[in-house]
């Protein structure tokens, strides 16, 4: 059985969910959340490649097939995701997206999922599979809708989803590593027969382990980030940067602050993008009762989108009705003269949606902090039912810790 690197495996990942929809075989798929951040990609595609690389699966012939959970089109919106794949010299397009997935022929009893930085699935998706999620590997609050038996079961507090990743598979990695020093590494990307067992495996895991560094680097801001880092994000880096090490190739260069800032650049990046790209590139969507919420996460301040749109608000509220939605929260976090901080902009489109809304701020102000903030891209509109824009404090509190206040205020 020949070692494949990530790019190879997700091409053999393609051939295989194609062939189970004509055949309407059994898939396993491993998906990340409906924001599609760096962690929600690269935790699908790590778990699936190790997971599809381990000795007993390769033996049985199966692979678990990783989506990333937005259409292809959405894929260049994530500049950073461009500039951390190249790394495993995968092009973005050569992910496997919802446009790859068709459910008119996956039955729901051929297939099982697991969610990776999500516990709870949502969207279309959710609607039709969420029976079939066999496991969880997450960092957010528990929800409790995934089975206590389900293996895994692994939610925990981190600061990347990645780290529990790596922590959990780790025995699993080092398997696969030896198996193919042990068994010889084929190199078919270059349709070779045996090559340097050794150096083709170490290049191959310094791949992998580059591309679950890259989105723990993101999310912990260069391990930085106190209020983030836990000992789990920790340990994952260790075992990630002994891989990048001992890799010939990318081992020598390796170097973690110049690698996270060009990630983090290609993040903050925004200057190709109109408003509603910045929108619906970090885009996370919630229905609770009646009520739908969006929630949009981005890298500048207000006053940056507003010089995207001449009619900001106008924009902003087509976007969010263009998605039913019943509240929309903008959550910036950027840096302003070398210090962090973070806004919040909500507005009700409903009248169940404002009532909400003022829930939420009953029940959430005091905890995240909120200050009221002007801005002269904000008037009053008829069809804007409630609209609030704050400073907030509490530089803590990220998506993680407003998403569910602001459920909970939906729940009445």
Known sequence: MSRLSIRAYLSAARRHLQKCLEEKNHTSFVIGNES????????????????????????SGRLVV?????????????????????????????????????????????????????????????????????????????????PEDAQPRVISKTGSCQSLVINHLRDTWQKI?????????????????????????????AQAAKIALG??????VNLKAEHKVTENDKKAVRFLEAKINISRKYGKDYDRDRFFTEIDDAKSDLEGLSLEDILRKDYKQWTEGDLTLGISSCVQPISYLASK????????????????????VIMPAFKESGDFRRE????????????????????????????????????????????????????????????????GAMKG
């Open 344 to 407: 919040i902009l909500l507005m009700s489109l409903s009248g169940n949606g404002k009532e909400a809304a003022e829930r939420f701020i009953k029940n959430g102000q005091e905890e995240l902090k909120l200050e009221d903030k002007e801005s002269v891209a904000l008037s009053k509109d008829s069809e804007i039912t409630t609209q609030f824009f704050w400073n907030q404090k509490n530089l803590d509190a990220s998506r993680k810790r407003v998403g569910p206040l602001l459920r």
């Open 309 to 328: 749109q001449k009619d900001f608000q106008g924009a902003t509220k087509k976007f969010a009705q263009s998605k039913s939605l019943d509240i929309f």
């Open 66 to 146: 990783p989506i990333t959970n937005i259409p292809a089109a959405d894929l260049q919106l994530r500049p950073e995701l461009t500039a951390l794949l190249k790394y495993a010299d995968i092009k973005p397009s050569e992910l496997i997206t919802l446009d790859d997935i068709s459910t008119e022929s996956l039955p729901a009893d051929k297939t099982s999922w697991t969610l990776v930085d999500h516990n709870s699935f949502q969207g279309k998706l959710g609607e039709l599979y969420r029976s079939r999620v066999i496991g969880v590997i997450d960092h957010h609050d528990d929800e409790h809708t995934v």
């Open 215 to 220: 989105a723990i680097l993101i999310d912990t």
């Open 36 to 59: 599609a951040d760096l962690d929600s990609i690269t935790c699908a595609l790590i778990y699936g490649y190790l997971l599809s690389e381990s000795p007993e699966i390769k033996r």
């Open 177 to 205: 590593s030896d198996s193919a020093m042990t068994v010889g590494a084929a190199h078919p990307q270059n349709n070779e027969t045996l090559v340097d067992d050794q150096a083709y495996t170490s290049t191959w895991d």
